[in-house]
T-cell receptor
Framework: AQRVTQPEKLLSVFKGAPVELKCNYS??????LFWYVQYSRQRLQLLLR??SRESIKGFTADLNKGETSFHLKKPFAQEEDSAMYYC???????????FGQGTTLQVKP | ETGVTQSPTHLIKTRGQQVTLRCSSQ?????VSWYQQALGQGPQFIFQ???????GRGNFPPRFSGLQFPNYSSELNVNALELDDSALYLC????????????FGPGTRLTVT
């Protein structure tokens, strides 16, 4: 079955601390993986995708096919990073997204 | 370039009624996907439309149906509403293909009483 698992509902860190939001997936083919973010009172938006291998707002994510993981990392958290983060898998030719349950990142001053 | 818009913002319906939610795609996009997001959960794929044809469906009953119009705007219709249909309904537009970024609307909050 195709599935995305985000084991932490809430991750709370202090400003300047490293952040790692975990994401594991189950997929039988070659996955297209994404991180979406939703800031307070804003719509869901793409943060980054594994295919582009870029760093957005200091965040990076590496696809590890052996561990079937796509963890999101940032070396130094900022207060403005506080948001809900969703890991998502693009499935099949339609590109339908399978989302995890989301992790709320809270960065304390 | 205008973003994805949805209407209404929120509405309240009674069990057994029917509802229509609307979505306007971002300019230039030919694909619309609909998602249901229950409280505390991630969005769940309902179906996708590409050039006015259904192009994939999630695990939702037939009382969830949709339309896409020539201008690529879209409707989600839900018949015989149930209490569990209460959720945030998200529309996302994109170009075709699994690698395309999906641009989400602000959502419609549906409450079924």
């Amino acid at each position: 079955a195709q599935r995305v698992t985000q084991p932490e509902k809430l991750l709370s860190v202090f400003k300047g601390a490293p952040v790692e939001l975990k994401c594991n997936y189950s997929y039988s083919g070659s996955p297209e993986l994404f991180w979406y973010v939703q800031y307070s009172r804003q719509r869901l938006q793409l943060l980054l995708r594994h295919i582009s291998r870029e760093s957005i707002k200091g965040f990076t994510a590496d696809l590890n096919k052996g561990e079937t993981s796509f963890h999101l990392k940032k070396p130094f958290a900022q207060e403005e990073d506080s948001a809900m983060y969703y890991c998502a898998l693009s499935s099949g030719n339609t590109g339908k997204l399978i989302f995890g349950q989301g992790t709320t990142l809270q960065v304390k001053p | 370039e205008t973003g994805v818009t949805q209407s209404p913002t929120h509405l309240i319906k009674t069990r057994g009624q029917q509802v229509t939610l609307r979505c306007s795609s971002q300019s230039g996009h030919n694909t619309v996907s609909w998602y249901q997001q229950a409280l505390g959960q991630g969005p769940q794929f309902i179906f996708q439309y590409y050039r006015e044809e259904e192009n994939g469906r999630g695990n939702f009953p037939p009382r969830f149906s949709g339309l896409q119009f020539p201008n690529y705007s879209s409707e989600l219709n839900v018949n015989a509403l149930e209490l569990d249909d209460s959720a945030l309904y998200l529309c996302a537009s994109s170009l075709a293909g699994p690698e395309s970024e999906q641009y989400f609307g602000p959502g419609t909050r549906l409450t079924v009483t």
